[in-house]
């Protein structure tokens, strides 16, 4: 059965544009809170496939989205490379030995052997493909070589990023090393993922905007773009969308063999569409707080198909949706979504 986001993701005619949340699964439906609550806690949550498969699927029934994202987490790739993770309440994930050097980064495990330790996400994949609407879109994703070396080099979230930074401008060798290393981990995750049944790829660069344009496309693009190539030229019928945050002034210099860019919110929809929508689909980009506003959110919904006519695109926010917002008004972003959008 033809999937309308696999369609849309590949430029095809859709009977509407298709929509999905970023972090649709999560903390603004009480009935993932009831799940994450009989895990114990979230890294809990990410290896336990049933209760995984359970909070993925939610969003689809209950908000009306056109795609599930798979329920896990980026950190999930340092950590079964031999790093000590741990979310602490209140504060985030935490690394509790950070890379400091290369004897640090020669201790972690590398390549399939480590994606290979990342069973229960594969398991999770399995499970969703067997409960997911034939028509319905599984989208699985990873951090970007940059964002997960941040937390590994910084050992939790950062304002600053100077730990990574200062290692950018006086040990660059260092740093590749590292980002070489997570981008071989990467190739070998999401071909799995891909094996286990997704339908498409959303590769996050969250914190791309903590690095200056000039120096981007050495340190994190390339790394992207590289991923990319290895899953295209295995499985071309995959589509690759890349989502770099913060990057308006890259837009100019994007390259590479991938179906979709995720626009962030802080990227005017119609500079994106100017500088690359003959190239690529475009996916976003609504702010989300809007979200607090049904009218809000209408306005927005309009304003966005009036620049994208229903072409080469797919709605979504131009980041993740946040906790308090009330279920009534994602439904009702999805609803109007599709309302604007539909062909007679």
Aim: hydrophobic letters at 40%.
């Amino acid at each position: 059965m033809s999937k309308i986001f696999v369609d849309a993701c590949f430029g095809k005619e859709t009977p509407y544009t298709p929509v999905w949340m970023m972090r649709q699964a999560g903390r603004y439906l009480p009935e993932y809170m009831k799940v994450r609550a009989e895990a114990g806690n979230f890294l809990n949550l990410c290896h336990n496939p049933k209760l995984a498969c359970e909070v993925t699927l939610q969003p689809v029934d209950i908000v009306g989205v056109d795609a599930a994202i798979l329920f896990s987490d980026i950190l999930v790739i340092p950590d079964e490379m031999g790093m000590d993770l741990e979310f602490v309440a209140g504060e985030g994930p935490k690394f509790n030995d950070p890379i400091k050097d290369e004897a640090d980064l020669d201790r972690l495990i590398g390549g399939e052997e480590a994606a290979s330790k990342l069973t229960y996400v594969y398991d999770t994949i399995k499970l969703i493909k067997e409960q997911l609407a034939e028509d319905k879109a599984l989208i699985g994703f990873t951090g970007a070589p940059w964002t997960l070396a941040t937390y590994m080099i910084e050992g939790e979230g950062t304002k600053t990023y100077n730990i990574c930074k200062k290692m950018m401008y006086s040990n660059p060798a260092l740093l590749h090393k590292i980002l070489a290393k997570v981008t071989e981990v990467v190739k070998f995750y999401m071909e799995k993922q891909i094996e286990a049944g997704i339908d498409v790829v959303q590769i996050f660069d969250s914190w791309a905007a903590a690095i200056e344009p000039s120096k981007y496309d050495e340190f994190s693009w390339k790394y992207m773009v590289e991923i990319a190539d290895y899953l295209k030229s295995k499985y071309p019928h995959i589509p690759i969308i890349m989502f770099p945050k913060g990057v308006p002034a890259f837009l100019d210099k994007v390259y590479g063999n991938f179906d979709v860019f995720g626009v962030d919110w802080s990227t005017p929809m119609a500079f994106a569409k100017e500088k690359l929508g003959e190239k690529y689909v475009l996916q976003g980009n609504m702010e989300p707080c809007r979200l607090y506003s049904q009218e809000e959110t209408t306005k927005c919904v309009e304003a966005l198909q009036g620049i994208m006519q229903g072409k080469r695109h797919i709605f979504n926010l131009g980041h993740g949706i946040l906790p308090d917002v009330p279920v009534e008004n994602a439904k009702h972003f999805i609803n109007e979504c599709h309302r604007v959008s539909k062909k007679s």
